[in-house]
Nanobody, 121 residues
Framework: QVQLVESGGGLVQPGGSLRLSCAASGSIVSIYTMGWFRQAPGKQRELVATITSSGSTDYADSVKGRFTISRDNAKNTVYLQMNSLKPEDTAVYYC???????????????WGKGTLVTVSS
């Protein structure tokens, strides 16, 4: 099994910063794309940012220039640095990892349990 543990959420004032982390552990053979999604109250889950194994990144238009995704392959960890936070960034943030598990022939997506980010004064 592959487990994802997120950390770093919390309450922050508008204009502030937070850094989310997501560490993958378990019987992992390889990790491919890693990413962050978010779901605000009453809304569908949406893509925030992704990063491939080679380091290519992609961002939602709403966070470009404010959020930065990165990864540490040695630690099987993905990060999301969030700057200039806005109230509309308030959501539960979920880590998503595409990984190949030992004993499997195909990779699959794994999800973390989510971490709440609240941007409010």
């Amino acid at each position: 099994q592959v487990q994802l543990v997120e950390s770093g959420g919390g309450l922050v004032q508008p204009g502030g910063s937070l850094r989310l982390s997501c560490a993958a552990s378990g019987s992992i053979v390889s990790i491919y794309t890693m990413g962050w999604f978010r779901q605000a109250p009453g809304k569908q889950r949406e893509l925030v940012a992704t990063i491939t194994s080679s380091g290519s990144t992609d961002y939602a238009d709403s966070v470009k220039g404010r959020f930065t995704i990165s990864r540490d392959n040695a630690k099987n960890t993905v990060y999301l640095q969030m700057n200039s936070l806005k109230p509309e960034d308030t959501a539960v943030y979920y880590c998503n990892v595409e990984a190949l598990e030992e004993g499997s022939s195909r990779s699959r997506d794994y999800w973390g349990k989510g971490t709440l980010v609240t941007v409010s004064s």
